[in-house]
């Protein structure tokens, strides 16, 4: 049976795969799809405040019109739209999604990370802000230098670091966390009898 999930459903079932992982998850974690980013406050493994923002890695370039300047209007309006987002300030961002995975490989590239695993990778907030800041202003050229990153991610790369950074710059975040567990584990756990989701 085919269900369409509303993007606060979308939402806690990504929250719901990250405490899969991380029970006591602390801050804000962040799913970047296609289409939208979906947002969920967890406040020690609870849920709290959450929302959907159209800024998806294909959907904000569109809107955009390719630009990266236009593209951080739209960012900026939608984020001043969550006042909620005070409440995580200082917090861990942990990110979830495909964009976010291939842009953590970047990063873990660049700093010299001897474990190619994505799942728990963490970056101080200050570190991660200069990353994000760095591959959302990289051109064509330097983005084909990427060899880890499927080519059907490149051209929309910069524009998913570029939400990355306004949302850490946001939050003023304390690190960033990427984490493996996401909607499909949500889904998962779910599934299974509640004397067994522990």
Known sequence: RVEVLSGAEEAR??????????????????????????????????FAANGTLPLGHLRLP???????E???????????????LADVKGRTLYGVGGSWRSLARVFIEQNGYPLHVIDGFTLAGGEALRLASLVAGLGPASLKSLRSIPP???????????????????????????????????R???MLPPDMRH
């Open 152 to 186: 059907n991610r490149l051209a929309t790369l910069p524009f998913a670091a570029l939400v990355l950074e306004r949302l850490l710059a946001k939050m003023e975040a304390h690190e960033l966390l990427f984490s493996g567990f996401g909607m499909r584990e949500g």
């Open 188 to 190: 998962l756990l779910e």
């Open 70 to 84: 236009a593209a951080a209007a739209i960012i900026e309006e939608h984020l001043r739209g969550l006042p909620w």
């Open 13 to 46: 079932m990504s929250a719901l795969g990250l405490l899969s992982g991380m029970p006591e998850a602390n801050g804000l974690v962040a799913d970047l799809g296609g289409g939208s980013l979906e947002l969920m406050v967890l406040d020690k493994g609870v």
């Open 62 to 68: 569109e809107a955009a019109g390719g630009d990266s």
